[in-house]
């Protein structure tokens, strides 16, 4: 028995028929008009897989079917009948569900993840203008470029309001509390997003600061000190400080693509401050970015990271290391190497963003 696959732009094909065993795709030009016939529409069509010119392995099959939009597979047999199919969604090594339920990748999604950002507003009572939402994570895992992701859906371009890349060390030397503006109504979001310096095995953030952090000693554009650590004589300490000053969630950013050479003492360092959020009844979300070098499907089309078992070994492995909920270990794409904004990148950065505001939410109902 021959196998192809072949490529086709229309929509579905409702009959098969009887084609002739060829090298190329079809013998005549009547076999390619029949087909676009039963379609309704010319076609243009093109070899992907054949098994006597592929060899029959599934992870050929694979790497040269998958992602590439609707198919056609014709089989051959030895008394030269011919069966075929149609296959209108993309081949993919990969489970038949989605390991977790995937959202909608529309603009109407989008667009109602940010109306319920928009309109999130702290409880009066309790003196919060804007809630706080710490970012913490090892150098290089990616918090920075969360928070020009988030600005730049809403911004609507790249931005670059934190730096990012890739140094020996944190670029990211001080605290920084970011507010996001929304250009519709032109007033700040009610949130802020607060980024310290990266964690390291060596030149480390000391505990005592992230303590302070917490609780809300230390000032907005408080530099950090590897060597020494805050005291209440450090200039713009907080004595004193209100619900309004504190952190009201944490959320770890992990590297997905090296989860597995993590070094100890960072994943110890990770523990150290999560046992800092349960003393204080502080909440945990964790983001695991670079999911597009964890599968290359996920590179080739975000829209495959909920039926990647890649990524999905990753969020496990992430929620063993920090022992909490997988349901709390959301996958994310930071914009790195795109130039315009694409709905499935936004659509992962504003849901965690929902769910790091719902949590923050829990927190203040925690204090009332």
Known sequence: MKFVVIKTKVGLLEKFAELQRTDNIFETDRDKLQLSSW?????????????????????????LCDNKGPTVTIFYNTDNNVYGGYLSDSWRNGPAEPWREPPVWK???????????????PKEELNVPEVNILLVGQVGAGKSSVVNTINSVWKGEISSRSWA????????????????????????????????????????????DIAFLLDGNLPNKYKFNPAARATKDTPGFIKEPTMKDMIHTVVFVIDGSNVEVMPDGIIKKLKDIKEMLIERDVPLLVLVTKIDKVCSDVDKDVEEVFFSNAVKKTVDKVSDIIAIPRSHVLPVKNYEKERTLQNNICILAMEALKQALLFCQDFLENQS
């Open 39 to 63: 379609f309704g529409k010319e076609c243009h069509f093109k070899l992907l897989y054949k098994i006597s010119r592929d060899g029959g392995s599934p992870q050929t099959f694979h790497n």
């Open 107 to 121: 603009s109407k999604t989008l667009d109602s993840l940010k109306e319920f950002i928009r309109s999130f507003q």
């Open 165 to 208: 890349g890739s140094s020996e060390h944190s670029l990211t030397t001080s605290f920084t509390k970011f507010r996001i503006s929304d250009p519709s109504t032109g007033t700040y979001l009610k949130f802020r997003l607060c980024d310290m310096r990266g964690l390291e095995e060596t030149m480390d953030v000391k505990s005592e």
